[in-house]
Antibody
């Protein structure tokens, strides 16, 4: 069974940092691109970042470029999101999701999601 | 970036009645491989998003057949043939043709009248 479990959220002051983690199980993690998506209170879903299976390619939404860094540890089946220079508008529930599989034939883009972890940026 | 526009944003529906959500993109979502990467998600209150439909009209495993997706180019629709109480939540369309970034519609909140 595919499972994604996020952790690391919490309350942080503006300008502060936080590192989110996502523990993956039930599938061959190092075959899949992985994505972070967030939902701010009262708002809709927003795609944040994506990383290639070997970590060699990373892409971000413009609003987090230069502040957030996506990374992964394939030996530990883990995905991370390092968030620096946090702003009030980064307050959201952050979800990790499985994305597409290299060389796969099934369409797996965002087919499994974690339960989310809440990040609150406030003084 | 591709802009996704959903309508309506609020959708009150009587149990057992049909419901329809429109999603329009600011440019064609047909990719060079011939596929159209338009996906529908459901987010029930207090839950994570769940993928319902991928590549316009393919229903995910376990999704009731009362859900269906259709459309082409820039114009897409999610239909629920007979709304049930468990369908309450917010529905999003998302494009993954022109990325990065993936872009979502604003969301349509379905409620029971």
């Amino acid at each position: 069974e595919v499972q994604l479990v996020e952790s690391g959220g919490g309350l942080v002051q503006p300008g502060g940092s936080l590192r989110l983690s996502c523990a993956a199980s039930g599938f061959t993690f190092n075959n899949y691109w992985m994505t972070w998506v967030r939902r701010a209170p009262g708002k809709g879903l927003e795609w944040v970042a994506i990383i290639k299976p070997d970590g060699s390619e990373k892409y971000y939404v413009d609003s987090v470029k230069g502040r957030f860094t996506i990374s992964r540890d394939n030996a530990k089946n883990s995905l991370f999101l390092q968030m620096n220079s946090l702003r009030a508008e980064d307050t959201a529930v952050y979800y990790c999701a499985r994305d597409w599989e290299l060389g796969g034939y099934r369409y797996t883009r965002l087919d499994y999601w974690g339960q989310g972890t809440l990040v609150t940026v406030s003084s | 970036d591709v802009v996704m526009t959903q309508s309506p944003l609020s959708l009150p529906v009587t149990l057992g009645q049909p419901a329809s959500i429109s999603c329009r993109s600011s440019q064609s979502l047909v990719y060079s491989d011939g596929n159209t990467y338009l996906t529908w998600f459901q987010q029930r209150p207090g839950q994570s998003p769940r993928r319902l439909i991928y590549k316009v009209s393919n229903r995910d495993s376990g999704v009731p057949d009362r859900f269906s997706g259709s459309g082409s180019g820039t114009d897409f629709t999610l239909k629920i043939s007979r709304v049930e109480a468990e369908d309450v939540g917010v529905y999003y369309c998302m494009q993954a043709t022109h990325w990065p970034p993936y872009t979502f519609g604003q969301g349509t909140k379905l409620e029971i009248k």
